[in-house]
């Protein structure tokens, strides 16, 4: 089920060429188990403190309006540091968890933007990690 889903992930992100469809991203995200990951607290736009990327990510799915504020919690007036838009820290969540991730050995070939042949998706999608602009151009290999 779990490989599914992140299959599932990994192809409408795919096809949805540079824009990133937070929609699956978030079912991807709502599945995680947050006691998995490490505690590091951030501030939300809502002025509440979450335990981690992980549970941030969950409330910006819920609410795209939220947005990180301080990577650091609310009460921390001493150390404050900036914030980023609340997609684009949960993407960056994905991609993190996503680099982590065993590809598989399913061959579903894709020639990327950068020239390059990805043998399936889930690798395409992590080389897109490092270099959001990529995109699928067909479905073989790159001559």
Do not use: P
Not at 67 to 80: E, I, V
């Amino acid at each position: 089920m779990w490989k599914l889903i992140v299959f599932c992930c990994l192809v409408a992100v795919c096809l949805s060429q540079t824009a990133v469809d937070l929609t699956i991203i978030c079912k991807y995200v709502s599945i995680l188990n947050c006691n998995l990951f490490a505690n590091h607290e951030v501030c939300a736009s809502n002025n509440i403190t979450y335990d981690s990327h992980c549970m941030f990510s969950k409330a910006h799915c819920q609410d795209r309006n939220l947005h990180l504020t301080y990577n650091t919690s609310c009460s921390d007036a001493g150390h404050k540091d900036g914030g980023s838009h609340g997609s684009q820290t949960t993407y960056e969540f994905f991609c993190r968890n996503l680099l982590h991730t065993h590809c598989g050995t399913d061959m579903e070939i894709v020639c990327a933007s950068d020239g390059k042949t990805y043998n399936n998706f889930c690798l395409f999608e992590k080389a897109r990690c490092n270099d959001r602009n990529i995109f699928i151009k067909e479905y073989n290999a790159c001559a």
